[in-house]
């Protein structure tokens, strides 16, 4: 590469959210530190969006020599479980990222962010509102109507803060009265129309207990732990653009020095034929349309990583659509193509029938078994090879044989040849039906002088079948998934809900048969089923009971069903 040519690559490659830190390290700010944070709701197990925020997050950290921290936002005790807290270290980890030390949560800081908000009502910048949240949202305005203040607004501090405390003593009910920030019922921003900052909740805290009855709102505890933690960059979704001006205001109110976190928001990953929403994806499993939040066909990091998605592939994927100001729909092909692409490289090519036609080569010795050589990965030399066994019954795939072929169906009828990968070139001379008409059994010969890597036969055949031995071949369940939603755009309905748009095909069951190495095969392994697709191991695999995902078909079908 030319110098040139160097350069425009690193400048393609720099998106905008490093220009800016660029920026700041050449100016001097933050003394040259470089701290992100990856901040989740432990609320649910993480999606391929979160891969996209975590990508940016500990990517820019690691690129620019800074540090990234994992800070749970467990805000709201209602809707948090441990179980997600597991889930979340585990995908972050998959992903290939790591931190450290630092882990956190928000509720690390409720002392402080109480002792805030005590500071606030003393300054007169904050009150406890008795009205209804009916009442409050009531009085919020419109963008171009000014909102109308509570009667409670200008009660005095020493009021506030007994009320506050006694909110937290539990003295209230959930709902009774909530603190909220003294700001401007005038602005423009919605948000800064004095915003609820504290509720009460009588539920346990996973990691407080009943310490506290009532609980920062997420946009109280955000720009302050962010504060706390040293975060320079503070790298999230395009939503919490009109937020920053609050956050802003918050720390305003809080910070001694000349330090801030500077907030620069990107847009979120949406991809066609998926929903994203934690809520949504609760719902799925609640309901029981899906098999967990690792179901293959979850937008989950742990549903994906259980189909076989490997996290270069995701990686890849979220590199080629980049980080941007605009928020867009990513075609769900864009994932499969980075996903084929990368298990290209990576998984043998093994044979496995899904939907067997036996095939009783006539002229082979009865009870012979030949082990044919045959290679793990054209793309990969270093894989090397491997046997498979060969003998006189095999199956092949139903849809490779056509009773009455039109001329350019290149795999078997009746006297046509075809060639057996990695082994030798069959004819085939007859087949045998059921009472029903169905075609049950091959009968065809084989020609021992095609015998692939030793071919002396001159014979030029054009296709190439995938075929087991059908004495030595393992039976497997394959679970064939497809996409969840058959529409593009699921939760883009105004008046349909996402649920009416499931696909009632995403998941078919079958039973085939594979080469007998894969008898050996570990969980999550991958494999190129040759002409076929891209499989996986599943947890669910057991010795003699092996089960096996299809992770992406060969070819992308849904671009030509359009
Ligand atoms: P959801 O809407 O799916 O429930 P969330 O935004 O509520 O997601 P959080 O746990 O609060 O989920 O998100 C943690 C971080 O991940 C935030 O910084 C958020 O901006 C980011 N994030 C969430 N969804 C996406 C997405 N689809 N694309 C990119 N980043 C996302
Ligand atoms: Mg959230």
């Known amino acids: 590469m030319t110098d040139h040519q160097e350069d425009k690559k690193e400048k393609r490659s720099l998106n905008f959210i490093h220009a800016f830190v660029e920026e700041d390290l050449r100016e001097g700010r933050n003394d040259g530190r470089v701290h992100t944070r990856f901040p989740p709701e432990p609320n649910g197990y993480l999606h391929i969006g979160h891969a996209k925020a975590i990508h940016i997050d500990f990517g820019t950290a690691e690129k620019y020599g800074g540090k990234c921290n994992l800070r749970f936002d467990d805000t709201n005790p209602v809707k948090e479980d441990v179980e997600y807290i597991d889930s979340i270290r585990e995908d972050i980890h998959w992903l290939g990222y790591d931190w450290g030390d630092r882990e956190y949560f928000a509720s690390d800081y409720f002392d402080n962010l109480y002792e805030f908000a005590t500071d606030l009502i003393r300054k007169d910048l904050a009150y406890v509102d008795e009205q209804s949240s009916e009442q409050i949202a009531s009085q919020k305005g419109t963008p171009s109507d000014a909102g109308k203040e509570s009667p409670f607004r200008n009660r005095p501090a020493e009021e506030s803060l007994d009320l506050f405390k006694r909110m937290n003593s539990g003295e209230f009910e959930e709902g009774k009265c909530v603190l909220r920030a003294k700001i401007d019922m005038t602005a423009s921003n919605m948000h ?23 609980y920062p709102m997420y946009d109280f505890a955000h720009g302050q732990c962010d504060y706390y933690e040293g975060i320079t960059h503070s790298l999230c979704t395009l939503e919490f653009e009109v937020h920053r001006p609050l956050y802003d205001w918050f720390v305003d109110q809080l910070k001694k020095d000349d330090y801030r976190p500077r907030q620069i928001e990107f847009n979120r990953l949406n991809i066609t034929y998926m929903v994203m929403s934690k809520r949504k994806l609760l719902q799925m499993v609640k309901e029981g349309v899906v098999d967990g939040w690792d179901d293959p066909r979850m937008p989950t990091l742990s549903g994906l990583r259980r189909r076989g998605y490997t996290p270069e592939s995701v990686k890849n994927f979220i590199n080629s659509i980049g980080y941007t100001k605009v928020e867009a729909l990513n075609d769900f092909s864009l ?33 012979k078994t030949e082990e044919l050589e045959t290679i793990n990965n054209p793309e990969d030399e270093t894989m090397g090879s491997r046997n498979i066994p060969f003998s006189r019954e095999i199956y092949i795939e139903r849809s490779d044989f056509m009773e009455d072929p039109p001329r350019k169906f290149f795999r078997l009828g009746p006297g046509r040849e075809v ?46 079948l995938h075929w087991v031995s059908a004495l030595h071949a393992v039976k497997a369940e394959v679970r ?10 699921p939760d883009g309905h105004k008046d349909r809900d996402f649920m009416d748009f499931l696909n009632p095909d995403s998941l078919k069951v079958v039973t085939g048969y594979v080469e007998p190495g894969l008898a050996a095969a570990k969980v999550l392994d991958h494999f190129q089923f040759q002409r076929i697709g891209y499989f996986n191991l599943d947890p669910d695999s057991k010795p003699g009971a092996l089960v096996f995902n299809r992770t992406v078909p060969l070819r992308d079908n849904w671009s030509k069903k359009g």
């Open 419 to 464: 060639r057996l990968k990695s082994a030798y070139v069959i004819r085939c001379d007859d087949f045998k039906k059921d009472e029903n008409g169905n075609v049950t059994e091959l009968l065809c010969t084989y020609d021992e002088t095609t015998k692939s890597g030793a071919d002396t036969s001159g014979k030029k055949v054009k296709g190439t």
């Open 335 to 367: 994932l499969e193509f980075a996903v084929r692409e990368d298990l290209n490289k990576k998984a043998p090519r093994v044979m496995a029938v899904l939907d067997p036609l036996k095939v009783t080569i006539t002229n082979y010795p009865e009870g």
């Open 192 to 214: 800064m129309r004095d915003p609820v900052i504290y509720r009460i909740i009588h539920h346990p805290h996973h990691r407080t207990g009943s310490k506290w009855k009532v």
């Open 480 to 489: 064939l998934y497809d996409r969840l939603f058959n529409d593009p755009d």
